[in-house]
C-alpha cells in the first residue's frame, strides 16, 4: 500500500495530509501562526520560526513512523513575502533534513482549485492566513487568478476587531480583485470557511465529510460575521468545533468573506474540505 504525506506551511497553522492507497487517512494541524506580525515588521519572527521548525519535524517525523515513502512540504504567503523566508526554510532543512517548496500565490490559486474541483470547471477562493486567492476555471481552463495579500493573521495584526477598519481591508481588497468572472458560486477552502461551515452545521466534532458541499449564502455570511463582531474571543473560543488558535482571526475571516462576497457579486459558497493539500499532490503526480 503507497503511503505518502504532504505538510503545508500557512501563515496560521501547519498542517499534515496523510495518504494511502490513494486515499487521505487523515489531516492533522497545528497552529503555529508564523506570520505573526510580519504585517508590521516584514519578518517573521524568531519565536514564530521556532514554533513552526518544531511543528514541521513532529509533522515529518510521524509520516515517517506511518510508514510514508515520501513526504512533500511546501510553504506559502508568509514564507514567501518574509525578508527571512528563507532562514526559515534552512532551519527546517537543518533540523529535520526536509525540503520546504515555497510557492507562488498563482500556484496557490492552483492548487486550490486542483484540490477542491479536480478537472471540474468552478471557481474557488482559499481566505489564508497572509494572503486570499480567487481562481476561476472554464472549460477546463483557468481564465482568472489571483492572489492579494489580505488574510485572516494580517487582518488581526492590522484591523484587530474593529469592524470598520476590517470592512475598509476587505473593500480594497476587492478593489484589488476587479472583475471576477464567476457564476454566482464560488468554492470556499481553507480553515477560515470549514470553521464557519461547523459553526453553520452545528457540529460538535470536525466531520469533513459533512463539511464538503456545505452550503453559506452572501445573507448568511454577513449574519455570521455581525454575530462574531458582537462576541469576545473568549466565547468565540468556548464555541463547538472550534479549532485552537482560530478564535481571534475568525471574525476578521467572516467579515473578509461577507464583504468580498457582497462586491464580487458572489451569491453562495460552497465549501470544501479538499484544498490545496491535495492540490499539491495531485500536481506532484502523486494522487487523483
Keep these: 500500500m503507497r503511503k505518502f504525506a504532504v505538510i503545508d506551511i500557512g501563515s496560521n497553522s501547519v498542517r499534515l495530509m496523510f495518504v494511502a492507497d490513494g486515499k487521505v487517512l487523515y489531516k492533522r494541524l497545528k497552529t503555529t501562526r508564523i506570520g505573526e506580525g510580519l504585517a508590521d515588521s516584514g519578518v517573521l519572527k524568531d519565536e514564530a520560526i521556532a514554533r513552526s521548525v518544531a511543528a514541521v519535524a513532529e509533522f515529518y517525523e510521524a509520516a515517517k513512523t506511518e510508514g510514508a515513502e515520501s513526504t512533500l512540504a511546501f510553504a506559502t504567503a508568509a514564507v514567501r513575502s518574509a525578508k527571512n523566508g528563507a532562514k526559515f526554510v534552512a532551519r527546517v532543512k537543518e533540523t529535520c533534513g526536509l525540503t520546504i517548496e ?22 474557488v477562493i482559499d481566505v489564508g492566513g497572509a494572503s486570499t486567492e480567487i481562481v476561476i476555471k472554464k472549460q477546463n481552463e483557468i481564465v482568472y487568478k489571483k492572489s492579494v495579500n489580505i488574510g485572516v493573521v494580517r487582518l488581526k495584526d492590522t484591523c484587530g476587531r474593529d469592524k470598520n477598519a476590517l470592512i475598509a481591508a476587505a473593500n480594497a481588497a476587492a478593489e484589488a480583485y476587479g472583475s471576477v468572472p464567476h457564476d454566482k458560486t464560488l ?30 449564502t452572501a445573507q448568511r455570511m454577513q449574519e455570521r460575521a455581525e454575530i462574531l463582531l458582537n462576541m469576545t474571543v473568549e466565547e468565540i473560543a468556548a464555541l463547538p468545533c472550534m479549532p485552537k488558535g482560530r478564535a481571534d482571526v475568525l471574525t476578521g475571516g467572516a467579515v473578509l468573506l461577507a464583504t468580498l462576497m457582497q462586491r464580487l457579486g458572489v451569491e453562495r459558497l460552497v465549501v470544501s474540505d479538499r484544498d490545496n493539500l491535495e492540490g499539491y499532490a495531485i500536481k506532484a503526480g502523486l494522487f487523483e
Design 187 to 216: 468554492c470556499a477552502i481553507g480553515g477560515t470557511a470549514t470553521t464557519l461551515a461547523a459553526l453553520e452545521l452545528g457540529l460538535l466534532e470536525y466531520d469533513p465529510n459533512r463539511i464538503t458541499g456545505c452550503e453559506i
Design 102 to 123: 515555497v510557492i507562488s500565490g498563482e500556484t496557490e490559486a492552483e492548487i486550490g482549485i486542483l484540490g477542491a474541483l479536480g478537472n471540474t470547471d468552478g471557481g
